[in-house]
Nanobody
Framework: HVQLVESGGGLVQPGGSLRLSCAASGSIFSIYVMGWFRQAPGNERELVASITSGGSTNYVDSVKGRFTISRDSAKNTVNLQMNSLKPEDTAVYYC???????????????WGQGTRVTVSS
């Protein structure tokens, strides 16, 4: 059993910053990719940023230069530092991890429960 627990969402004014964190726990052999997705009302869920086990990162164009993703492989955590936040960043943010639970087992996608980020004055 694997669980992803997110924290760090909240209300922030435009131009402000927030830091999201996600911790994976349970039966984990290896974590390949970790990432953050977001879903605003009426929109599809979109990839915000991802990071591989080797440290390669990928960002959606709208957050480049403002958001930074990082991970601590020893602690099975991934963070998203969000700066210069805009109202259009308002959404529920979800952590996702691609995890192999045993040495010979399959690889699954796991999701967190979501944390709400609201950017408003």
């Amino acid at each position: 059993h694997v669980q992803l627990v997110e924290s760090g969402g909240g209300l922030v004014q435009p131009g402000g910053s927030l830091r999201l964190s996600c911790a994976a726990s349970g039966s984990i052999f290896s974590i390949y990719v970790m990432g953050w997705f977001r879903q605003a009302p009426g929109n599809e869920r979109e990839l915000v940023a991802s990071i591989t086990s080797g440290g390669s990162t990928n960002y959606v164009d709208s957050v480049k230069g403002r958001f930074t993703i990082s991970r601590d492989s020893a602690k099975n955590t991934v963070n998203l530092q969000m700066n210069s936040l805009k109202p259009e960043d308002t959404a529920v943010y979800y952590c996702k991890a691609v995890i192999q639970t045993s040495q010979v087992g399959p690889v699954y996608n796991y999701w967190g429960q979501g944390t709400r980020v609201t950017v408003s004055s």
